[in-house]
């Protein structure tokens, strides 16, 4: 346990304020595989100005650039910062869930043909490019519409919309603040996977442990899911290091001081705080609009090889900073939430979900490691009232690119997964090695802790028939 650190009850930990800390940070965890390295970078996000309440960390955290991956923390609108480390660098890396309308024999009888169609229209790695050109125009009508743009494209159905989060368009961005190198990047990236973490999965709900909300999700025992994890691409990682940069050059003064650099930020509602949010705000609609179009790729091939439709379950994003109020000692405050691999998880009745989940909560997708079990979860009341309406996003690494690269064999990886029956498809063998289960924690205990401490609730678990990485 690191040092400072009180144990407050089961899997809650606390570091009490001190030093330059302005509050506590609350770490949701088991500690059997924690990073004592990301652990002091929550303790210096508690330094930073205008920190409302606490800043937390999920149990799947571990060390990214200036906050940590697993990292939750909001900050006063008025006095408070945004952060581009407290983002990242992938803006609105995220998880789509579909599932197939039809029987499961016929995917699984046809699931090679399925993996190659995909493989085939979904283009995966480093820097690849798609078939799909815009135009600079219809570019930026995108990357102000999100979702909501390439469906009216003819990319999806309007129905869709209603099961991404915030609709799949967010607000407050202005192409203005999107440098040229960042639209250079960006233009023929639509419709990507990309490499690293991204990936797209096959899988079957194995179980079902709220057949009620599993209901109104449309999801059964039995069912065909399919996971699509990917951001936006490298259109936001320019983004983000445009103002980093922007950050480092004109607030000097600001940001002199900090515990560490990689906690570049900008004051809110300073016209550098506000450019980076308009412009974040662009990816993330990228994002969510790339997310789209890699599943109207993945309804052609279904429809070409198994003649079955393929709905659209629910999108979350979890690398993004968003605007919401909270009841904070009894007064409403508006915050500007920073969530670093952290999933919303907002409850019953909450006015910014749609009807449909008004009556259980938002769906919530935590995936695991290659060739391991997925989770569909709901948000809970308990996330709003604690952790600024967060949970953890996925299983959380435990051994760098670098190390995995080092220690794991690609053959032996590739070997278990067909053992365990699971097809595999990837863009190098290196991507296999740096992705393989052993370099990450365990989903199910992950799960177990966000579902015992009550900030989201288990739904359904999805085991993995096939896998497309890049």
Same mark, same amino acid.
């Given at each position: *346990?690191?040092?400072?650190?009180?144990?407050?009850?089961?899997?809650?930990?606390?570091?009490?304020?001190?030093?330059?800390?302005?509050? !506590?940070?609350?770490?949701?965890s088991?500690?059997?595989?924690?990073?004592?390295?990301?652990?002091?970078?929550?303790?210096?996000?508690a330094?930073?100005?205008g920190?409302?309440?606490?800043?937390?960390? *999920?149990?799947?955290?571990?060390?990214?650039?200036?906050?940590?991956?697993?990292?939750?923390?909001?900050?006063? +609108?008025?006095?408070?910062?945004?952060?581009?480390?407290?983002?990242?660098? !992938?803006?609105?890396?995220?998880?789509? $869930?579909?599932?197939?309308?039809?029987?499961?024999?016929?995917?699984?009888?046809?699931?090679?043909?399925?993996?190659k169609?995909?493989?085939?229209?979904?283009?995966?790695?480093?820097?690849?490019?798609?078939?799909?050109?815009?135009?600079?125009?219809?570019?930026?009508?995108i990357?102000?519409?999100?979702?909501?743009?390439?469906?009216? $494209?003819?990319?999806? %159905?309007?129905?869709?919309?209603?099961r991404?989060?915030?609709?799949?368009?967010?607000?407050?961005?202005?192409?203005?603040?999107?440098?040229?190198?960042?639209?250079?990047?960006?233009?023929?990236? %639509?419709?990507?996977?990309?490499?690293?973490?991204?990936?797209?999965?096959?899988?079957?709900?194995?179980? @079902?442990?709220?057949?009620?909300?599993?209901?109104?999700?449309?999801?059964?025992?039995?069912?065909?899911?399919?996971?699509?994890?990917?951001?936006?691409?490298? /259109?936001?990682?320019?983004?983000?290091?445009?103002?980093?940069?922007? *950050?480092?050059?004109? %607030?000097?003064?600001?940001?002199?001081?900090?515990?560490?650099?990689?906690?570049?930020?900008?004051?809110?509602?300073?016209?550098?705080?506000?450019?980076?949010?308009?412009? $974040?705000?662009?990816?993330?609609?990228?994002?969510?609009?790339?997310?789209q179009?890699?599943?109207?790729?993945?309804?052609?091939?279904?429809?070409?090889?198994?003649?079955?439709?393929?709905k659209?379950?629910?999108?979350?994003?979890?690398?993004?900073?968003?605007?919401?109020?909270?009841?904070?000692?009894s007064?409403?405050?508006k915050?500007?939430?920073?969530?670093?691999?952290?999933?919303?998880?907002?409850?019953?009745?909450?006015?910014?979900?749609?009807?449909? /989940?008004?009556?259980?909560?938002?769906?919530?997708?935590?995936?695991?490691? *290659?060739?391991?079990?997925?989770?569909?979860?709901?948000?809970?009341?308990?996330?709003e009232?604690?952790?600024?309406?967060?949970?953890?996003?996925?299983?959380g690494?435990?051994?760098?690119?670098?190390?995995?690269?080092?220690?794991?064999?690609?053959?032996?990886?590739?070997?278990?997964?067909?053992?365990?029956?699971?097809?595999? $498809?990837?863009?190098?063998?290196?991507?296999? @090695?740096?992705?393989?289960?052993?370099?990450?924690?365990?989903?199910?205990? +992950?799960?177990?802790?966000?579902?015992?401490?009550?900030?989201?609730?288990?739904?359904?678990?999805c085991?993995?028939?096939?896998?497309?990485?890049?």
């Amino acid at each position: *346990m690191p040092r400072g650190a009180e144990k407050e009850g089961k899997y809650v930990y606390r570091v009490k304020k001190h030093g330059e800390m302005k509050t !506590d940070a609350v770490i949701l965890s088991d500690w059997e595989t924690i990073d004592e390295e990301a652990i002091e970078q929550i303790i210096n996000v508690a330094t930073l100005p205008g920190i409302v309440k606490e800043a937390y960390a *999920m149990p799947d955290i571990h060390w990214g650039y200036g906050f940590p991956i697993g990292g939750v923390a909001a900050f006063d +609108v008025e006095d408070g910062i945004i952060s581009p480390g407290g983002v990242g660098f !992938d803006i609105n890396c995220g998880v789509r $869930m579909l599932i197939v309308d039809g029987p499961a024999e016929i995917v699984k009888a046809r699931l090679e043909e399925l993996i190659k169609r995909i493989y085939e229209l979904v283009p995966v790695g480093v820097g690849e490019t798609g078939d799909l050109k815009f135009s600079k125009k219809d570019f930026k009508r995108i990357v102000i519409g999100g979702a909501r743009t390439v469906v009216e $494209m003819g990319y999806g %159905l309007p129905e869709d919309l209603e099961r991404i989060e915030d609709y799949g368009s967010i607000e407050h961005c202005d192409f203005k603040d999107v440098s040229d190198e960042a639209y250079d990047r960006g233009k023929d990236e %639509l419709g990507t996977l990309g490499a690293g973490n991204h990936f797209i999965e096959i899988q079957e709900v194995a179980e @079902v442990y709220e057949p009620e909300v599993a209901r109104v999700f449309g999801v059964f025992p039995g069912s065909i899911t399919i996971l699509i994890h990917t951001g936006s691409r490298g /259109f936001g990682h320019q983004i983000a290091t445009d103002y980093i940069k922007y *950050m480092r050059d004109e %607030l000097k003064e600001h940001n002199k001081g900090l515990p560490d650099k990689q906690l570049i930020n900008a004051p809110f509602k300073h016209s550098l705080g506000q450019a980076y949010y308009s412009a $974040m705000n662009c990816a993330a609609n990228y994002a969510f609009a790339n997310r789209q179009i890699i599943t109207y790729m993945i309804r052609k091939a279904f429809k070409a090889v198994c003649g079955l439709n393929v709905k659209l379950v629910y999108d979350v994003a979890h690398n993004i900073a968003k605007v919401e109020e909270y009841q904070i000692n009894s007064e409403t405050v508006k915050v500007i939430v920073h969530r670093k691999g952290a999933t919303r998880a907002f409850g019953p009745g909450n006015p910014k979900l749609p009807a449909l /989940f008004r009556t259980t909560g938002q769906p919530v997708i935590i995936p695991g490691s *290659m060739g391991t079990a997925s989770y569909l979860l709901v948000g809970t009341k308990k996330a709003e009232e604690w952790t600024f309406g967060s949970t953890a996003h996925g299983a959380g690494r435990t051994l760098g690119r670098r190390e995995a690269t080092r220690e794991l064999s690609a053959d032996k990886i590739i070997n278990e997964l067909k053992r365990k029956g699971v097809k595999l $498809m990837a863009k190098s063998k290196k991507g296999i @090695v740096e992705e393989a289960p052993e370099a990450y924690k365990n989903v199910d205990k +992950v799960v177990q802790i966000v579902d015992e401490l009550g900030i989201s609730l288990k739904v359904a678990k999805c085991v993995p028939l096939g896998v497309i990485k890049g």
